[in-house]
Nanobody, 123 residues
Framework: QVQLIESGGGLVQAGGSLRLSCAASGRTFSSYGMAWFRQATGKGREFVGGITWSENTYYADSVKGRFTISRDNAKNTVYLQMNSLRPEDTAVYYC?????????????????WGQGTQVTVSS
């Protein structure tokens, strides 16, 4: 069983930055594929960025060049650095973990989810 706890969300003006953190429990964190998804009000959950156990990274086209995902296996934590934020980035951001992730952009590939953290970008 893995528990994921997100933090770092908040209110920021357009053009600003935030860093989200996701702290994971468990002793096999380094074996998990990790990802961030987001869900805006009235919309479905969408992939934002993912990082494999071997630290290959993947991003949605909408955030490429602005967001960076990273992991610190010593701290059992994955991060999402978000720069040049836009009002359309406003959503609840969720951290996800999966042990046998093949399609990194697909939510159903992940076994564990955090409770989400709200990010609001004002114009």
């Amino acid at each position: 069983q893995v528990q994921l706890i997100e933090s770092g969300g908040g209110l920021v003006q357009a053009g600003g930055s935030l860093r989200l953190s996701c702290a994971a429990s468990g002793r096999t964190f380094s074996s998990y594929g990790m990802a961030w998804f987001r869900q805006a009000t009235g919309k479905g959950r969408e992939f934002v960025g993912g990082i494999t156990w071997s630290e290959n990274t993947y991003y949605a086209d909408s955030v490429k060049g602005r967001f960076t995902i990273s992991r610190d296996n010593a701290k059992n934590t994955v991060y999402l650095q978000m720069n040049s934020l836009r009002p359309e980035d406003t959503a609840v951001y969720y951290c996800a973990a999966g042990l046998r992730v093949i399609l990194i952009t697909t939510a159903s590939q992940y076994d564990y989810w955090g409770q989400g953290t709200q990010v609001t970008v004002s114009s």
